[in-house]
């Protein structure tokens, strides 16, 4: 059974930093490229940041200087570090699993960046 389970989601004040985990069991994580994606209320879900099963990082412009996604193959885990925190990140953050067909969502955590 595939899990994805993320974690670290809150409420941050603008400027300021969160780091979210995403825990993946039941796959073969090293071959899998790994995701984050967001939404926001009412509207669609959009790609924040994905690395590839090699490493390679790539973002959203809206993200670019300010997130930084990385994964630990050894904990099978993908971790979004969000500095710089804007009002406009407010969303539920979902973790991604990708190989081949094979694709995977987690259940989401919630960040809200408000003062």
């Known amino acids: 059974q595939v899990q994805l389970v993320e974690s670290g989601g809150g409420l941050v004040q603008p400027g300021g930093s969160l780091r979210l985990s995403c825990a993946a069991s039941?796959?073969?994580?090293?071959?899998?490229?790994m995701g984050w994606y967001r939404q926001a209320p009412g509207k669609q879900r959009e790609l924040v940041a994905v690395?590839?099963?090699?490493?390679?990082?790539n973002y959203a412009d809206s993200v670019k200087g300010r997130f930084t996604i990385s994964r630990d193959n050894a904990k099978n885990t993908v971790y979004l570090q969000m500095n710089s925190l804007k009002p406009e990140d407010t969303g539920v953050y979902y973790c991604?699993?990708?190989?081949?067909?094979?694709?995977?969502w987690g259940q989401g955590t919630q960040v809200t960046v408000s003062s």
């Open positions: 991604n699993s990708n190989y081949a067909n094979y694709n995977y």
């Open positions: 039941g796959i073969l994580f090293t071959i899998n490229n």
């Open positions: 690395i590839t099963s090699g490493g390679s990082p």
